[in-house]
């Protein structure tokens, strides 16, 4: 995109904390990171935090939190620092202030003094009127004696901004192209609120401005603000940044955003997360969250869906992000994850799986762990099926099946019962555990038996392992040992004659 030559590349992705990261809020950090690091520009976090009624002082640290697990480290920032700084809204109140003051003293803004119920009373009577809810500019041409008497009764103001009352206001999106808003439809924003703090459009201008921000992308929902906002970089006479509103994340049925106070539901009627920690703890890897979310919405080209973020800087730019709303499709999610996991080497997804086990209270042997991630890795969509495909391997004691699982179908106890009395005397005769031998042995022993191999094999699987889903049969019997493995398959056997 030729804009971003004119000047160096600045992004910013600026939340307000006020509760942990939502996936919207991720997608558009990390549109913002994708767009900084094609560039070889600086990818900025900025804390709006001028909500004081809202704000949340534990939730800085989960949102940073979050956008390091999913790698989008920012180059400017708290806990970094920069030139441009401070990086949180509520330490910058005397610059917000000041050019506040400097828009009344140009004949731009204006002080208002009305009280929110006589705003209320505006809007009842305007509704009466069938007509929009809005100011009705009362305060707009106060009088120097009018504002004086205002001010002697104590009546703290608020900063308005003038809108102009005629023409248009025509806007460029690098997405959406131009748009045009008639003057006349607009409000005068509050800019500066009575107790010093500022509104979100006047703190967003003059930071966007003394931060350098070269490329605004923000999500749909303030494209309605982006006249007043086009107006306020005119009113102060700066260079606007470059402006990209992203399309939206909808359900996966495709209507409406999604959404925390509307939880959106699977096929299943199942509820589905919308925050990023639900899917840090849900055992999501951050490469196939970043991979996913960028299919959101932008299209990667050559018909690829699974890429490295490494990969996705080389190309993005905003020409490939959609104006349309995009669904959110898990499933999706579920399948990436997965792909994501088996491109992992085998020491890294231990490294990954470890602390998963611990967190279920078992204690992890690494030389084991290493033993078992080849079985586990085709099989995994997430980091937590370690746990129920897996974990028995690293329990104390060794849980058995209820001797009700071990029965197959179209078998009965007494049945279970010589199978495995059997496949324990076959094993016990194997000195090569292999997978072939195994399997040989263990098929013809099937045939022997008038047996489906599954049969067998699924009541083997329940002996060994306490469990119907599991890692392979064979590959199990080979790392538990065969010591264990018989003694499993006995004790099972014998719960069955117990049973009877």
């Known amino acids: 995109m030729t804009d971003s030559t004119l000047r160096p590349v600045r992004t910013r992705f600026a939340p307000s904390p006020t509760g942990s990261l939502h996936i919207g809020g991720l997608r558009t950090a990390l549109f913002n990171w994708l767009f900084a690091r094609h560039y070889g520009g600086t990818f900025i976090l900025r804390i709006e935090d001028t909500d004081q009624k809202r704000f949340d002082p534990t939730a800085l640290e989960t949102l940073m939190e979050a956008l390091r697990w999913a790698g989008l480290h920012w180059d400017e920032g708290p806990e970094v620092g920069g030139s441009y700084g401070p990086y949180v809204q509520s330490e910058r109140l005397h610059l917000y202030q000041q050019w506040a003051k400097w828009l009344v003293e140009q004949d ?79 409000q005068d924003a509050v800019l500066l609120k009575s107790d010093g703090f500022p509104t979100y459009h006047l703190a967003v201008v003059v930071d966007d401005h003394f931060m350098q921000i070269s490329h605004v992308m923000r999500a749909i929902e303030w494209f309605p603000s982006f006249p007043l906002h086009a107006q306020l970089w005119q009113a102060f006479g700066w260079d606007m940044p470059v402006y990209a509103h992203l399309p939206v994340i909808l359900n996966p049925n495709g209507k409406g955003k999604i959404s925390k106070r509307n939880p959106p539901k699977d096929k299943y009627g199942n509820i589905i997360p919308v925050m990023v920690h639900d899917y840090m703890q849900a055992g999501y890897l951050p490469e196939a969250m970043t991979n996913f979310l960028a299919n ?144 040989a042995a263990m098929r013809g022993l099937a045939d022997e038996l008038g047996l489906k191999p599954k049969q067998l094999f699924g009541a083997l699987r329940v002996a060994i392992t306490g469990q119907r889903v599991a890692t392979p049969l064979f590959e199990t019997i080979a790392i538990v040992g065969k010591d264990v493995a018989l003694e499993r398959i006995r004790n099972a056997a014998q719960s069955l004659v117990v049973q009877s």
Request: hydrophobic share 40%; with cysteine.
């Open 108 to 186: 731009k803004a204006y002080t208002c003094y009305c009280s929110p119920e006589r705003l209320q009373q505006v809007n009842r009577e305007k509704e009466a009127r069938k007509e929009p809810p809005g100011y009705d500019r009362h305060c707009r041409n106060l009088t120097a004696a009018q504002r004086a008497a205002y001010e002697a009764q104590g009546i703290k103001p608020v900063i308005r901004f003038k809108m102009p009352l005629d023409g248009q206001t025509v806007v460029q999106d690098a997405i959406r192209g131009e748009s045009v808003f008639d003057n006349a439809t607009q």
């Open 296 to 439: 959101i919405g932008w299209n990667f080209g050559d018909e690829r869906e699974v890429f490295t973020m490494d990969e996705a800087i080389e190309r993005f730019d905003l020409s490939r992000v959609n104006r349309a709303s995009s669904a959110f499709p898990t499933e999706k999610l579920d399948w990436l994850n997965g792909e994501h996991i088996r491109r992992l080497t085998p020491d890294d997804l231990a490294r990954r799986l470890k602390p998963v086990l611990e967190n279920a209270g078992f204690e992890v042997d690494d030389e084991l762990l290493r033993k078992v991630v080849p079985l586990v890795q085709i099989r995994l969509k997430t980091l937590n099926e370690i746990v129920d495909l897996a974990g028995f391997f690293f329990r104390e004691t060794f849980v058995a099946a209820p001797p009700e699982e071990l029965v197959q179908d179209k078998m009965d106890a007494a049945m279970t019962c010589r199978a495995l009395d059997r496949a324990a005397d076959v094993l016990a005769g194997l000195d090569d555990l292999s997978h072939e031998a195994q399997e």
